[in-house]
């Protein structure tokens, strides 16, 4: 309460400061946009996935056998049409969360939605300069280096 009373009480150009440096650095955790080389390693790229999702994902035996295939239709799709929309359908929750941190780790936007009977899942590049840039090392080769 007491961040938030100092907030109140300073001006309206030191408040404005203040949110956009907020929002210019949410924007880099969520978007992996880091002005220094790390912004590409794979350990920054793991740090792009939901704090949730990677305890989900990183242990003993992470789910490798499910993840390269999400992973190569990705890779596949964005290669190729690196300004379009991914749609794919996963009704399994499980598979719908792994998806979403891999889509994370490669600094895309997903997001789930659901009809009736079934979740889509749409898959967006943040990229502005409209290019795809596959990570140094996959999310599966990660895992299996540092959890396996």
């Keep these: 309460m007491e961040i938030w009373e100092k907030f109140v009480r300073m001006s309206e150009g030191q408040q404005r400061k203040i949110l956009l440096q907020v929002a210019e650095d949410f924007d ?29 994902i990183a242990h ?3 789910p490798v056998d499910i993840i390269e295939p999400m992973e190569q239709e990705i890779v596949g799709f964005f290669e190729e049409k690196p300004s379009d929309v991914l749609d ?6 499980y598979y ?12 895309l936007k997903s997001k789930s939605v659901k009809s ?19 990570p140094p090392l996959r999310l599966s080769a990660y895992l299996s280096q540092h959890y396996e």
């Design 28 to 56: 880099r955790a969520c978007h992996g946009l880091h002005d220094d080389e790390e912004a590409t390693s794979a350990d920054a790229c793991f740090r792009r996935i939901d704090r949730q999702l990677r305890h989900l």
């Design 60 to 62: 003993r035996s992470p």
């Design 88 to 93: 794919v359908e996963k009704n399994d929750t």
């Design 96 to 107: 719908r969360m792994i998806f979403h941190a891999v889509c994370q780790y490669f600094g």
């Design 116 to 134: 009736r009977s079934t979740c889509r899942t749409e898959v967006r590049n943040r990229s502005k300069t409209g290019t795809f840039a596959e």
